[in-house]
């Protein structure tokens, strides 16, 4: 098995050397010396690989990478409004979640919810901006807060009207919309792409948009982003309008009012899939009065007021060939079955989760077994049942590891909510474990952390198999020189990744947070971590013992972060290893103070509390809107607090006792409108 791995290891490493050069030579020279079919051969075999092996960690969907990111020839330009990604509902209750906590949010709001729905194309994102009707600005989507400058590229498609003859168009009006390749359109070229979305996205990323003019590229608008002055009522007028306009829209497309109306229209759109001549994934629903849409607003990475609901997973029989063990970046522990190639859904699998220990012993998955495999929401693979009229009478039950692939031993924790022992076995060692340090490394360069082009998932396991990297702060030190001599790299793209770095060595408090990877503390965790202590300086606070005894008591009042987040934050900084990594990161980095949302907002400076029910909002809104005018919202009150808002519903009598002891004003639900002006 050695001279196999090792031999497999040699040929993957080849066909990566070659297919850097190979992007070197298309992207940069613009001079290739394959045909695409070639280099596409070459890349299918990658992707083999890596969904084959263990030791090929995973880094995403490769076949539709086409050669390299596009920002070596296009010029960046901020988004005027960040481009968020959707949520995803995968079945009725999923979608009834969905709609609970948009009426929750919304607690006053009687009158009946519509929601649009739209068919989700696979295809490539694009924004146009056009000032006065005429066609100014087109990017791409990049990394959701800046895109590259592709008008002349976008302009070639004839959907998308380079004029709007029109009266009361607004001065401003962003209009979003999915790039695509039609199914037969696509037959003429499938011998140079992969897919269809492959074609669109390499067509896109062409350097002389003469060439982009050749290729049947189509745009289908679905949504907007700065409109200014907004006339738009409704997604459903939106739409309209803009189809008026000379935009093609979706004809797919229906407002419904219930479940039972998403259901219906979602099976009957599932039903036409195959038929139509465009690849869809699934419906998005938004809510379609706009004013709505605004109130409900966005979290950190999606909107509240729209959902991508996928379309049922397609199942395929495989047969378990062995059980892998990975380890991720919080020392999770999960076992993965590799399983005979099969196709589901037109992709190769052969990789499936299988999630945790518990979920191996009640299913009863053994090596050997017959499995069904789905793909849910058509990304990840995981396995559905065992067919165990199939299984051989040798079979042995599958004994989950005790230890991590460090060697040390696993612990199941108990959930300080429940407590009850969680079902994922972890490795609790941080940065003493190598597996984990290496995932840690993953997730700082990542798109919502660091966010550094040039240092992908890949690129991580190389250097960090040539022992150039091992914690964060080797990524702000790198060795450029003898990165150069490795095979793949040259002056240019040694240059782009020296700018990448230096980009992100400077960083705002609440991302940096985020990034060194604490368990427990997403994006909006961070956001609230970082509002409470506002600079680095009072965060490295969290090192000393003593100090942070009673900083986690302060953090324990805010709204939003309860004992989960502190006892992860505890044992995070408990660590004497993970420490002495953090602070060697911020010796390397310029970290900014949390940018305040609204400093010379109504409640700039001030903390609030809510209690009892409010009759025109839920709290959750009240919560936002506190926020989005400077406030800072706690969960417990004590001295620090400076406003408590009583709602008319129910209030908790203790605590307004308490307060007026403290001599905190209180506001009444009343008030509390008057301060908004509602």
């Known amino acids: 098995m050695n001279k196999e791995k090792n031999n497999l290891i040699k040929e993957y490493e080849k066909k990566i050397k070659l297919i850097k ?4 030579q298309y992207y940069e020279k613009d001079s290739p010396s394959i045909t695409d079919s070639e280099y596409d051969k070459i890349k299918e075999r990658l992707v083999f690989l890596e969904n084959e092996y263990k030791f090929f ?16 020839k296009f010029k960046k330009i901020k988004h005027k409004k960040a481009m968020l990604s959707l949520s995803n509902a995968f079945g009725k209750e999923d979608m009834n979640d969905f709609l609970k906590k948009i009426k929750n949010f919304l607690k006053s709001y009687d009158s009946t919810i519509d929601f649009f729905s739209e068919p ?53 009006l962003e209009i979003r919309g999915e790039v695509y390749i ?42 907007f982003g700065i409109v200014e002055p907004m006339i738009f009522k409704t997604q459903s007028e939106f739409l309209e309008k803009i189809n008026q306009w000379g935009f093609s829209t979706n004809p797919h497309s229906k407002l419904v009012k219930n479940l039972n109306e998403i259901e219906n229209h979602h099976k009957k759109i599932e039903s036409l899939r195959a038929s139509l001549d465009y690849d869809i994934d699934g419906l998005v629903y938004k809510v379609n009065n706009i004013e709505l849409q605004s109130r409900l607003g966005n979290t950190s990475s999606s909107p509240r007021w729209a959902t991508a609901y996928k379309f049922s997973s397609e199942k ?16 999770a522990i999960t076992p993965v079955a590799k399983v005979q190639p099969v196709t589901v859904g037109g992709v190769v699998v052969s990789n499936a989760t299988l999630h945790n220990e518990d979920e191996i012993n009640r299913k009863d998955i053994r090596i050997g077994d017959t499995v069904v495999i789905q793909r849910a929401g058509d990304v990840i693979p995981q396995v559905v049942s065992v067919d ?7 079979s042995k039950k599958y004994i989950f590891p005790e230890k991590c692939l460090c060697g040390y031993k696993t612990r199941k924790e108990i959930n300080v909510v429940t407590k009850k022992e969680d079902a994922v076995r972890r490795c609790l060692r941080g940065y003493d474990c190598d597996y984990t340090a290496k995932e840690k490394l993953k997730h700082i360069v990542s798109k919502e952390a660091f966010n550094i082009d040039g240092l992908g998932k890949k690129v991580i396991e190389q250097l960090w198999n040539l022992k150039i990297i091992k914690f964060p702060a080797d990524i702000f030190n790198l060795d450029y020189n003898q990165i150069l001599k490795l095979e793949g790299w040259g002056s240019l793209s040694i240059q ?4 990448a770095v230096k980009k992100a060595s400077s960083i705002f408090l609440d991302k940096f947070i985020y990034s060194v990877g604490i368990r427990h503390i997403g994006q909006e965790n961070a956001k609230i971590i970082g509002n409470f202590f506002i600079s680095i300086d009072n965060f490295s606070n969290l090192f000393n013992p003593l100090k942070r005894e009673k900083l986690l008591n302060n953090l324990n009042e805010l709204d939003g972060i309860g004992n989960t987040q502190i006892l992860s934050i505890n044992n995070f900084f408990a ?54 005018h400077g406030g800072k919202v706690l969960g417990n009150i004590s001295k620090k607090l400076d406003i408590l808002v009583v709602g008319n519903v129910k209030p908790t009598k203790k605590k307004i006792e308490k307060a007026k002891g403290l001599k905190i004003k209180i506001v009444s639900e009343e008030e509390w409108y008057d301060f908004l002006n509602i």
């Open 21 to 24: 050069k190979y992007n070197r």
């Open 57 to 72: 960690k995973k880094k995403g969907s490769v076949q539709n990478i086409v050669g390299s990111p596009p920002s070596k």
């Open 120 to 172: 989700k194309i696979d295809g490539i994102s694009a924004t146009l901006i056009y000032e006065n009707g005429l066609l100014k600005t087109g990017l791409s989507r990049g990394d959701g807060e800046t895109g590259e400058d592709i008008l002349n590229n976008l302009k070639t498609i004839s959907q998308i009207p380079k004029k709007i003859d029109a009266k009361q168009i607004p001065k401003i």
């Open 182 to 223: 039609g199914k037969k359109d696509f037959e003429t070229l499938k011998e140079n792409f992969a897919n269809p979305r492959n074609a669109a996205g390499g067509s896109l990323r062409q350097k002389f948009s003469e060439e982009t003019a050749k290729i049947p590229l189509q745009f289908f608008a679905h949504g």
């Open 316 to 331: 395929a029989t495989t047969k378990i060939k062995d059980i892998a063990i990975q380890v991720g970046r919080t020392g």
């Open 388 to 394: 165990k009229t199939k299984r051989d009478t040798s």
């Open 496 to 499: 782009n990744l020296k700018n």
């Open 575 to 628: 660590n004497q290893k993970n420490v002495e990594v953090i602070k060697a990161l911020i010796g390397v980095l310029q970290i900014k103070n949390f940018k305040i949302i609204n400093k010379k907002g109504k409640f700039s400076s001030k903390s609030l509390m809510f209690t009892g029910g409010f009759e025109k909002m839920s709290r959750s809104e009240a919560k936002s809107l506190a926020e989005e």
